[in-house]
């Protein structure tokens, strides 16, 4: 039964003139991308090659020095200093070998009149209903037929305001079983998406294609299931195909966000190596894609780097597609919230990595991922770079060299970092390139790497703890700001700035200072992140304002400014 059936079987007690609630405004972001469109350009790499190739050549002159160069007199602090750092070497000659090769597929396009049927999914629980409506409604507004959209609405809240207000759209509401119910398949998102699956193959059993959109993600992309589906249709090896998320983010993207060095850097390299994995919304499944891996997996915390995996490691492919599928009408900008979905994140990525594994790969699909799990394992060695550092302040050099080798050697690898940094952080077919200082955008991501560092090894420990048959709790990411001071959040990080801040000066007191030469390595690997640190501490305030602290404001919609169009909207019968 299509959707104007659906439509038109509504008894005239159904249907509203209006919704409850009217939708939120379009994201300045989401109507930035689409006037940019979903043209992309060939994907040229000659310079990420030169930079990666220098960084080899740096690496490669630099290690036998260092081990030749050790104060061996001081092995408590030589041999943790030289673990951590053949470990950051070792992680960036594996995204060089990773981003050796880039690549974007042509564009294929669905001619129109011969849309298929396709299924979208919005899992929801608890999000604002105006955010979620505004969502509904970026999903009709794209080029695509209306009567061959099947828009399911799963609420995990049981939200009878919002059932309410999508009865007034051809959408269809579906409230699954409660989370621990007998028969669900998974309790958090994975078990909505299964139950919104199930019903969709009874309804429509030959549905071939399964979008998945967040709750929050407006859809900015007007041909964006013509595109996807497109890909889909010409490759039936394709099981599933990505799109890039961008984000409603604060002026500068202070918490890193929109990911520029994912979506417009890495993911080109992944769908090079097919290695690319579905990021929970701006994703369309084949729908026998998804039976091959029974389903939405829900072993996980979330769905969707599992789901990749699984279809990866049997073989199947998946695709990216470089236009901005999705954009999430709001982004943690407090730390508590930021640290609980990237905490997430990293708890997630490292417990498939250490008990699911990669067998049924390739080479280079596994160095991908493995880059994925070295970058989140890469934060442990801030427990030895900050206390070189301080050791360093008060006479104590990790290496003994003179001046001239030192700079001989340590100059081409700090040099061939920085710039392998930027190559790989240059983004790919961005529209506001001309706006962006790239530097400036790269040491904002450093500071959020580092600032994660504290998340990230806690993350790492609880994966490794709790083994592979204790799932930990997963928590929604809350959809609002929480607009205060969050300095226990950021004590921490604090500390370690406090700490150091108190050697350098004892050192300058005392005159325990090296010479400056040789406080060059210890301050790039071990003084650069205290720096980061001290920036990140600020975000712990970012976004206060004393009238909001006062009145405690949460996210504002104005519900009469933005309304449906009144197409979308069910009308009775005369």
Known sequence: ?????????????????????????????????????????????????????????????????????????????????????????????????????????????????????????????????????????????????????????SDDAHDPELEAAVAAYPVLYHSPPPRWAPGRNGAAKAGNLNSALALLDEMYPGLSYIETRDADDELPSRGFLRQVVGQLKADERLAYVQTIKEAQVSAGDPFNNRESIFYRGQMLARNAANAVFPCGSGVVWRRSGLREIGNFPTWNLVEDLQSGVEALCRGCRGLYLPIVGAVPQHSPEDVPNFYKQRGTWALDTVRLMLWRGLRGMTVRQQAHFLELLLFYLSSFTVLVYVPAIA???????????????????????????????????????????????????????????????????????????????RKPSYKVTRKHNDLRWHWRQTLPQSMVVFTIVVVLIYALRFNTLPSVVLLIGSVYWGGLHVVLLGNFISRGWHGLSLFRSLMGRGPAYDLGAAQPPASLLRRASP
């Open 1 to 153: 039964m299509g959707i104007a059936a659906f439509s038109s079987a509504l008894a005239p007690s159904a249907a509203l003139s209006r919704p409850t609630y009217a939708p939120a405004p379009s994201q300045p972001i989401a109507i930035a991308a689409r006037a940019f469109g979903d043209a992309y350009p060939q994907v040229r790499q000659g310079w990420i090659r030169a930079a990666g190739l220098l960084l080899a050549a740096a690496s490669v002159f630099y290690v036998p020095w260092l081990l030749a160069s050790l104060n061996t007199s001081l092995p408590w602090l030589v041999w943790p200093f030289v673990v951590a750092n053949v470990f950051t070497l070792a992680s960036g000659l594996v995204s060089v070998f990773n981003g050796w090769w880039r690549s974007a597929p042509e564009q294929k396009l669905v001619p129109v009149g011969v849309e298929p049927m396709v299924g979208v999914i919005i899992p929801t629980c608890g999000e604002p209903v105006p955010m979620v409506l505004r969502t509904v409604i970026s999903v009709f507004e794209q080029d695509w037929p209306e009567n061959r959209l099947v828009v399911v609405v």
């Open 391 to 469: 050791c360093s302040l008060l006479g104590w050099v990790p290496i003994e060299s003179s001046s001239a080798s030192y700079l001989v050697h340590m100059l081409p690898i700090v040099l061939a970092t920085e710039l392998w940094l930027l190559a790989c952080h240059y983004p790919y077919n961005d529209r506001r390139l001309r706006q962006r200082r790239i530097y400036r955008e790269l040491w904002r991501v450093r500071t959020m790497w580092a600032g994660l560092a504290p998340v990230f090894m806690k993350a790492t420990i609880q994966a490794i703890v709790n083994g592979p048959n």
